[in-house]
């Protein structure tokens, strides 16, 4: 298993848009994933990190993983952190 750190680049979230924050971030990393700009393993930046570069509250970074977690797009394991699922089967629409 290869697992390498990538740095989120791209998202734009708007609080001006219809739809809460932590949604919007899901997303902006579901679109990575289908467009290949994101791959399985790809390591994703800490939740800390994460808020700090999108200047957004760490609660949100929190959900919009724990959702695409809870979809199977994303896992994450102590040690590693969260990264894109190897597998595509059983991914649910998040």
Do not use: W
Not at 86 to 93: H, I, L
């Amino acid at each position: 298993m290869v697992l390498q750190h990538v740095r989120l680049e791209g998202i734009t979230l708007n609080s001006d848009r219809p739809g809460p924050l932590y949604r919007q971030l899901c997303d902006e990393i579901l679109s990575q994933i289908a467009s290949g700009i994101l791959g399985p393993g790809d390591i994703l930046p800490p939740s800390r990190q994460l808020s700090k570069d999108l200047a957004i509250g760490r609660t949100t970074v929190i959900q919009a993983y724990d959702i695409l977690k809870s979809n199977m797009h994303l896992e994450s394991k102590p040690g590693i952190g969260t990264y894109v699922s190897f597998s595509k089967k059983g991914r649910k629409k998040a």
